[in-house]
């Protein structure tokens, strides 16, 4: 069920569930992923299969042309860079130089004729490694005689965070309840289902390497791989083509790609890598691996007026490019407290180094982890001072705007209490509790979970700036232009790989200048064709890159009037854009586009030098930021012989701002639950004592299918953001970030009769299993 | 590698003759060897679906079947589904409900729907999610992957 609101005034092309102008070439098979270019050359990746060691000796056989680090000994390795925080630079080499710090790390390049071969070859390659003592838990790190995985950042701590507000002992001191989390969330892998891959192509005649790969940031990935292989970023086209979904794993650059152009310009051909799903499951990057302590001080009416938060995040070997690792300690600090007013708040969160794969962005970035530790704290102390879980948060969420958090951050306009009460409307609450009380004596055990949250979206450089992060991104540019045919094209620094932005991006732009969607071409993902942007990622790409559009198209808007008051000789304000033409509002005297497009770059002696040639415009937009909210509820049935979890249903009311595309909105939410549930439920990395990944395939690495996914349904409040010129607030991340809280609630209020509590994600049969016999045990 | 293998695949109606190495499976064939690109391949171990194709009107794991297994057998892929540039109610139906995002497992589930739809026109909705649970897909959250295929099936039982 999807409940929008009605949008007002007018027929307009944003606010309509539109079909995607993505889609036709995706259904017929004509879609055009990287893995799908022919190329001379495959290259096979000889990865580390030890944790920790030093290299003693690469053998390969004599024909096979294998690249180490003794080719790339010019090439600077991967450094990511924060001016704050203590922060300590850790550099990876391209591949392996001498230490090898986790399972998967690349040591050597094999190049052959086809991927098949290249695989043989790469079995036949030796290395010797004398294996040293590695570390994989970040707890374990911090010991005191702990293997220290880098010299630059002794004790393993590569940044730490720290922040106290004023008063905040004093504060502490008059707490009615202090009521505690021991949070644990376990590492997780993203899991596009186009693994990623490169395909590196020299042009002699240009004397450039074209790199098509699964990036979500095609502008990056080219200045950085230009830096580090210290050539003129000119001589580089990055393409992102087609992007088999990314959900922050593809953002973080891969040392891959640049063995794949290093290759290419030294031997001036085209090579190719495609990752099978191991090395992406072992080597592709991880998130959420993290320990959370939370202590929150309630006053006896269950208002929680400080919080206090120890946060240890596992980052792996080395630190990813762009963001650093800091992004996952970082935002946990920056972000606990949510949506609930905390006047006191006190964090430390490190980022700890360890021998597993290295840490990266993943849809959501902490958020589902501190959301599932804040919600299961207002359970806890719900219970603890005998209050209702709703209530408990009814007396806690923000309720007036704009709202300045304990560390800063402003809040804009939203709806953090509308949308609990609409989900708890929605759900029937006294029902569910009368069918629990019902199935309990059937001896079946139900449970409901709700989780409120705020996130953050659509920020622009000033929130990159505030990391002390040494590249900033934030801003879009838009380039919106009619050729002379009248054809309309949108050249945008975002890069979409699933989200629909060509089809949202066109519905704006079709309000401005009164052209249809389908007569409006978005071009993304081409370093060469598309203005310098950041790509997307932290549900940033409708609101920034929409707002630059906006900017370019109301340019453009501006300009066909005046093209149109000229040709059609009446006022500009009595001229309306519709149906592909200009017209003289309630006549029949109208200039079609193609006729604008024609006279602006073909008559411009018309103009008599108060208009400038051509119809291009460009937009840049770097906004603050906007929060989104939501309230997202869990039912479930907790099977107590076996341990498993059944979700019976799960509701959200969510609140995103305006929405462009509601068809598209709902994709984005349904998808993220999907991922919040396998968060919850399913999904763990797991690594043994000697650092060996246990779950290298998609059959212990599990990723919910169609019967894990409930009945969603979706209820939708639009508060218009003022921080965004569309006024849309970004929604690709929530139901991520979401569910999963909204799910371990649900377990823990089935399991309530037992009197055991599950403060750990994934919460499999495990576990639960573990839990309940402990007691019976004990009993 | 060892000797290659003269073969004649029949993909959608034309033949491809083709020289493969006996190990070489059907899905990287289909790929690099009869250049039809539509078929995914995810996770190449027969968990993810991606590259489900029609063999015998069958769906199958084309990463897990051998280029030779498939010689002389009637293969249908993606490529296949359109009759010109009408397209099959199955692909109009994931436009129609927006059960596709990024479309990289796409021609899977297409294949996977349409293979059992043909052979099992009247299946039950329990049963169609218990089909559709053999693929993955990573951005839809399957909602609107089931409504598309139940959509998809009623226009298909109607022909």
């Not at chain 1, 580390?48 to 096979?64: C, E, H, L, T």
């Not at chain 1, 959370?292 to 995040?313: E, N, P, Q, S």
């Not at chain 1, 059944?646 to 909105?665: C, H, Y």
């Given at each position: 069920?999807?409940?929008?609101?009605?949008?007002?005034?007018?027929?307009?092309?944003?606010?309509?569930?539109?079909?995607?102008?993505?889609?036709?070439?995706?259904?017929?098979?004509?879609?055009?992923?990287?893995?799908?270019?022919?190329?001379?050359?495959?290259?096979?990746?000889?990865?580390?299969?030890?944790?920790?060691?030093?290299?003693?000796?690469?053998?390969?056989?004599?024909?096979?042309?294998?690249?180490?680090?003794?080719?790339?000994k010019d090439v600077k390795p991967i450094l990511p860079m924060l001016h704050k925080f203590a922060y300590k630079p850790v550099g990876q080499p391209v591949l392996a130089d001498g230490v090898v710090r986790f399972v998967g790390e690349p040591i050597a390049a094999v190049v052959a004729a086809t991927a098949g071969e290249a695989e043989d070859i790469a079995d036949l390659v030796s290395v010797e490694i004398t294996e040293t003592t590695p570390v994989v838990d970040a707890r374990a790190a911090l010991e005191a005689k702990a293997p220290q995985l880098h010299a630059s950042a002794p004790g393993n701590v590569i940044l730490e965070g720290q922040f106290k507000s004023d008063g905040f002992d004093a504060a502490w001191k008059t707490a009615y309840k202090i009521v505690t989390v021991e949070a644990r969330s376990r590492r997780q892998n993203a899991t596009p289902m186009e693994p990623?891959?490169?395909?590196?192509?020299?042009?002699?005649?240009?004397?450039?390497?074209?790199?098509?790969?699964?990036?979500?940031?095609?502008?990056?990935?080219?200045?950085?791989?230009?830096?580090?292989?210290?050539?003129?970023?000119?001589?580089?086209?990055?393409?992102?083509?087609?992007?088999?979904?990314?959900?922050?794993?593809?953002?973080?650059?891969?040392?891959?790609?640049?063995v794949l152009v290093w290759l290419a310009r030294k031997y001036k051909s085209s090579f190719a890598w495609t990752e099978d799903?191991?090395?992406?499951?072992?080597?592709?990057?991880?998130?959420?691996?993290?320990?959370?302590?939370?202590?929150?001080?309630?006053?006896?009416?269950?208002?929680?007026?400080?919080?206090?938060?120890?946060?240890?995040?596992?980052?792996?070997?080395?630190?990813?490019?762009?963001?650093?690792?800091?992004?996952?300690?970082?935002?946990?600090?920056?972000?606990?407290?949510?949506?609930?007013?905390?006047?006191?708040?006190?964090?430390?969160?490190?980022?700890?180094?360890?021998?597993?794969?290295?840490?990266a962005p993943y849809r959501g970035v902490s958020r589902p982890v501190i959301t599932f530790t804040i919600e299961r704290l207002m359970d806890k102390a719900a219970a603890a001072l005998g209050i209702d879980p709703v209530d408990i948060r009814r007396r806690n969420l923000v309720d007036k705007f704009p709202y300045k958090t304990a560390m800063g951050l402003e809040y804009d306009e939203a709806s953090y209490k509308q949308t609990l009460e609409m989900a708890v409307a929605a759900i029937d609450l006294p029902a569910f509790r009368k069918r629990q009380k019902e199935a309990r004596a059937q001896g079946r055990h139900l449970g409901i979970g709700f989780s409120t949250f705020c996130e953050r979206t659509g920020y622009g450089s000033s929130t990159f700036a505030a990391r002390g992060m040494a590249i900033t991104p934030g801003w879009e540019t838009v380039i919106v232009s009619v050729d002379p045919s009248g054809f309309v094209e949108a050249r945008i620094g975002s890069s979409p790989h699933g989200q629909g932005l060509r089809t949202t991006l066109a519905q704006i732009i079709a309000d401005e200048i009164g052209v249809p969607p389908d007569m409006i071409k978005v071009v993304h993902g081409d370093t060469d064709r598309a203005p310098y942007g950041w790509g997307t990622f932290a549900s940033r790409s409708l609101v920034i890159g929409g707002g630059a559009t906006l900017i370019a198209a109301r340019k453009v808007r501006a300009k066909l009037l005046k093209i149109a008051s000229t040709m059609l000789e009446a006022a500009e304000t009595d001229i309306v854009l519709e149906d592909g033409k200009a017209r003289v509002a309630g006549t029949d005297r109208v200039v079609s586009i193609t006729g604008m497009a024609r006279e602006a770059y073909t008559q411009t002696h018309r103009f008599k030098g108060e208009i400038d040639p051509g119809i291009s415009e460009t937009?840049?937009?770097?906004?603050?930021?906007?929060?989104?909210?939501?309230?997202?509820?869990?039912?479930?049935?907790?099977?107590?012989?076996?341990?498993?979890?059944?979700?019976?249903?799960?509701?959200?009311?969510?609140?995103?701002?305006?929405?462009?595309?509601?068809?598209?909105?709902?994709g984005q939410v349904h998808g993220g639950i999907a991922q919040g549930i396998g968060n919850a439920l399913l999904e763990e990395m797991i690594y043994d004592d000697n650092g060996a990944p246990l779950t290298a395939t998609l059959a212990d690495y599990m990723p919910p299918t169609a019967h894990e996914i409930p009945p969603i349904e979706l209820h939708h409040i639009e508060t218009p953001s003022v921080n965004s010129i569309t006024k849309a607030k970004g929604l690709g991340e929530g139901g991520t970030i979401g569910a999963p809280a909204a799910i371990i609630n649900a377990i823990n209020d089935a399991l309530a009769p037992f009197g055991v509590e599950i403060d750990e994600m994934p919460a499999t049969p495990r576990r639960i299993r573990t839990l309940l016999r402990a007691k019976e045990n004990a009993a | 590698m060892s000797a290659k293998e003269a073969i004649t695949l029949r993909i959608n109606g034309r033949d491809h003759a083709v020289s493969v190495e006996p190990r070489k499976t059907l899905a990287d064939t289909i790929r690099e060897d009869c250049e039809q690109t539509g078929t995914h391949i995810g996770c190449e171990h027969g968990i993810c679906g991606a590259c489900t194709v029609l063999v015998g009107g069958e769906p199958v794991r084309s990463c897990l079947m051998f280029a030779v297994q498939a010689a002389g057998k009637a293969i249908r892929t993606v490529e296949g589904l359109a009759d010109g540039d009408k397209l099959h109610p199955m692909q109009q139906a994931f436009m129609d409900h927006h059960g596709l995002q990024c479309g990289f497992c796409t021609p899977g589930f297409l294949m996977l729907a349409v293979g059992v739809l043909e052979r099992e026109p009247n299946i039950s909705d329990e049963d169609l999610v218990d089909v559709l649970s053999s693929n993955l897909c990573r951005c839809t959250g399957y909602q609107n992957i089931i409504n598309a295929v139940r959509a998809a099936a009623k226009k298909m039982r109607r022909k």
């Open positions: 069920m999807s409940a929008h609101g009605t949008r007002g005034g007018g027929m307009t092309w944003v606010g309509r569930a539109i079909r995607r102008l993505e889609d036709p070439a995706l259904v017929t098979g004509q879609g055009r992923f990287t893995a799908d270019l022919p190329t001379a050359y495959s290259v096979r990746f000889v990865r580390s299969q030890v944790a920790a060691g030093k290299i003693i000796k690469i053998d390969a056989p004599k024909y096979a042309p294998v690249v180490t680090a003794v080719d790339l990623r891959g490169g395909h590196a192509a020299y042009d002699a005649a240009s004397d450039r390497v074209t790199l098509t790969c699964t990036t979500q940031m095609p502008h990056l990935t080219r200045t950085a791989i230009a830096d580090l292989l210290d050539f003129p970023e000119a001589d580089l086209r990055v393409v992102a083509p087609d992007v088999g979904g990314g959900f922050g794993q593809k953002m973080s650059l891969a040392g891959e790609y640049i799903r191991r090395e992406n499951l072992i080597a592709g990057f991880h998130a959420r691996d993290q320990y959370i302590t939370l202590d929150g001080a309630f006053d006896k009416d269950g208002k929680l007026f400080a919080i206090k938060a120890d946060v240890a995040a596992n980052v792996g070997a080395y630190s990813c490019f762009p963001t650093t690792c800091g992004v996952e300690p970082l935002m946990a600090m920056a972000e606990m407290p949510g949506p609930y007013d905390v006047r006191h708040y006190q964090c430390h969160a490190r980022g700890i180094l360890t021998n597993t794969c290295t840490m937009g840049h937009y770097d906004p603050p930021g906007t929060f989104s909210n939501a309230c997202h509820v869990a039912i479930v049935e907790v099977d107590v012989e076996t341990g498993k979890v059944t979700i019976e249903k799960f509701l959200v009311a969510e609140d995103a701002g305006r929405i462009i595309n509601p068809m598209i909105a709902d | -």
